[in-house]
């Protein structure tokens, strides 16, 4: 058994924020049943460089294993009934519409609460539901702009940078996943169900939380290092170096550690923290000087020899190579919902007693439909009917 083996969600996520989440609690042994507009949510088919996997996003292939697929025409009066029977078993519901869609579609908490008084609803969006933002985008880009990230990435003379991933999704799920948790285990002991909210904003805050916690409580005026140093908030030698063929990083270190090293002893002159923070840059293109005329592996075992928190910049191929994710396994392959395999994450934790299972991949549109209407006692007349007039879709072998 897995660790949320009979639990069920009633899953109306699309993109990441929502699926993310989901699949984490799918991965744990959840019946996710993910319920989709016809032909399927709108980010299996979204480009990564312009391309799609065998027809497939690979963006949503990472996101969505170990779930059903329902298709329901939602703004039907029949399919939002095939959506609250569905509801009507469910230990929780997750959805990251923005804010009323739910309720328009006559699915909010209230409508809910009529079927199922202890459901866990759960939602998801960019700012909340109500306030002054309720009615803007919520995004990654705009919301790792808004929240100072993009201002304080990169290097002084640099425009404002964005990370390199969607880390405001990928936290907001984690959030969304874990309190969504939260408020199981409280109906475990409780038997009260509630409404769970969480946003894109506060997400972007809240891991940002020590950087926000410095500038708001500390005289320091914190910018970014004109020569590299990795954050705004940090001292030499933090941050990526040139060697000789490649680049190395270089994370917190005593001077005098860098000095015996490198053979600098100029760098003993850094006694304090204050020192390596205000000097930054010059200590950094002191110590660059020099690693560019290294090999990077070589000067990397003498770092690490000497116990320097050093680390070689890898791309993904180098990744996929890398002894320490082999032993750890934690890249897998899957099958593809059109067929064949694709490599993704797998499993990132081991629980000893309840492990997680990658059981299936993820679903073609609708691939559960008549599965899951039948085990809430739609006869097959009744499924034929509403494929027929387009409430589902139609069974996968017509």
């Known amino acids: 058994m897995g660790a949320l083996s009979g639990v069920t969600i009633a899953d109306f996520t699309q993109m990441m924020q929502g699926p993310w989440a989901t699949q984490k609690l799918a991965d744990m042994g959840a019946d996710v049943v993910k319920i989709e507009r016809i032909g399927g949510e709108w980010e299996r088919t979204l480009p990564a460089g312009g391309r799609l996997h065998d027809g497939v996003s690979p963006f949503f292939l990472a996101m969505n ?30 959805e990251n519409f923005r804010p009323g869609v739910m309720d328009r579609l006559g699915l909010g908490y209230e409508d809910v609460r009529e079927v199922n008084p202890e459901i866990v609803y759960v939602s ?30 990169g290097r002084r003379d640099d425009p404002p940078t964005p990370v390199g ?67 705004a908030w940090l001292g030499a030698p933090y941050g990526i170096y040139e060697t000789a063929e490649d680049y190395l990083a270089i994370a917190m270190a005593s001077m005098d550690a860098i000095a015996d090293v490198l053979g600098l002893d100029e760098l003993r002159a850094y006694e304090t923290d ?61 099958d593809h919902p059109e067929g064949g395999t694709y490599t993704t994450v797998g499993l990132t934790a081991d629980l000893s007693a309840t492990p997680g299972e990658l059981a299936a991949g993820p679903p073609a549109p609708g691939d559960h439909t008549d599965e ?21 879709a139609p069974p996968a072998e017509e």
């Open 65 to 94: 294993r170990n779930k059903r697929s329902v298709t329901l025409d939602l703004r039907s009066e029949a399919g939002r009934d095939v959506a609250l029977d569905i509801v009507a078993g469910a230990d929780a519901l997750v």
């Open 165 to 231: 991933t969607a880390v405001v999704d990928e936290h907001a799920a984690m959030l969304l996943a874990l309190n969504t948790m939260f408020a199981l285990f409280h109906r475990e002991r409780t038997g009260e169900g509630q409404r769970v909210e969480t946003n894109l904003f506060d997400a972007a805050l809240d891991f940002q939380c020590q950087e926000l916690t410095a500038a708001l409580n500390t005289a320091e005026t914190f910018e970014r290092s004109e020569a590299g140093i990795g954050q």
């Open 372 to 392: 899951v209407l039948a085990e809430l006692g739609y006869d097959e007349e009744t499924r034929a009917r509403l494929a027929a007039e387009g409430v589902t």
């Open 124 to 153: 998801g969006s960019g700012f909340g539901s109500d306030g002054p933002y309720v009615d803007r985008p919520g995004q990654d880009l705009l919301l790792q702009s808004m929240s100072g990230l993009a201002r304080y990435t």
């Open 274 to 334: 204050r020192d390596t923070y205000e000097h930054r840059d010059e200590i950094k293109r002191t110590i660059e000087a020099h690693t560019r005329e290294r090999a990077r592996d070589d000067l990397l075992a003498d770092l690490l020899a000497a116990d320097v928190w050093a680390a070689p910049v890898c791309d993904f191929d180098d990744v996929a190579a890398d002894p320490q994710v082999e032993h750890n396994g934690t890249l897998v392959e899957l």
